[in-house]
């Protein structure tokens, strides 16, 4: 078989695509070794590379298909870039006096990752008063990224109302019994909840929550016994909406709460917050 040889021409020239700086390929050197040609090249600029052809004095360029290496893809800057090209697969047997290298080159800027959202630690200190006026005082903890989670506790330190001896209607009684009661009544709050956050910016942040709730008044009876008015109480399900506002490090915190939606609570919160790394 006859032996067919590649003359490299060695004024090799590189070509731009896209207003691309003709500098981004450089120091291109070509070396026939049997039937492949090894084409090294330096690249300065991240981009998508592509070789072509020319066998009739860079009249027409067409691509290079049995090529592998660096090439026909987004190539990464560096020095020694390798392509290894399968010449006679592309252009068949015969005699090509002269072939003309064109790289061709897209810049291909990184893509930016995507800004980091840091995880949020918070804890507030918490106030709050009911339309029966039934003051509270407690603590929310939470962590919260784009979502998150929150928990709550909130006391009036009486609990009277926890566990009454009866539970009266509004105006005292008992069944049809109205037992004798003292001059003496407590109020009692006890709210343990758990519920989500959402992010919406770096400052603004959504709560919503649900858990138990007991916002109560008790009177007490002659024989030292609490009696829960039914008219003035609710105990039940506790569900709360609010929104959390974060200063730098300190936050504000206001939420609406209801129980069994017929006491209704609002509440405020202020603390600290800091970024877990």
Excluded: C
Excluded at 40 to 68: A, C, F, P, Q, W
Excluded at 229 to 236: E, K, L, Q, R, W
């Amino acid at each position: 078989m006859k032996k067919h040889t590649l003359l490299v021409l060695l004024s090799l020239l590189l070509g731009s695509q896209i207003a691309v700086a003709q500098d981004h390929v450089t120091n291109i050197r070509a070396k026939q070794e049997d039937k492949i040609v090894t084409i090294r090249y330096d690249l300065n600029v991240r981009s998508d590379v592509k070789l072509l052809i020319s066998i009739d004095d860079g009249e027409h360029y067409t691509d290079t298909m049995k090529v592998t290496g660096m090439v026909n893809k987004i190539v990464p800057v560096g020095k020694n870039k390798t392509i290894r090209w399968q010449a006679f697969k592309d252009l068949g047997y015969g005699d090509y006096p002269e072939i003309r290298f064109k790289f061709v080159t897209e810049e291909k800027q990184q893509t930016p990752r995507p800004k980091r959202i840091p995880k949020i630690t918070f804890s507030t200190l918490n106030g709050a008063y009911t339309n029966t006026e039934n003051p509270s005082v407690g603590f929310t903890f939470g962590q919260v990224q784009k979502f998150g989670w929150f928990a709550s506790v909130m006391s009036g330190f009486n609990f009277a109302g926890l566990t009454p001896a009866a539970v009266s209607d509004a105006e005292g009684f008992v069944g049809e019994d109205l037992p004798f009661y003292k001059d003496e009544y407590a109020k009692t709050v006890l709210s343990v909840m758990g519920g989500g956050v959402m992010r919406l910016n770096d400052m603004m942040y959504l709560k919503a929550g649900l858990g138990f709730g007991n916002r109560s008044l008790s009177w007490k009876t002659l024989d030292d016994r609490w009696v829960r008015n039914s008219g003035y109480s609710a105990v039940g399900v506790d569900v709360s909406a609010g929104m959390m506002f974060r200063f730098g490090g300190f936050v504000l915190s206001l939420d609406a709460v209801t129980t069994n939606f017929s006491i209704f609570e609002g509440r405020v919160g202020l603390g600290y917050s800091f970024e877990n790394r």
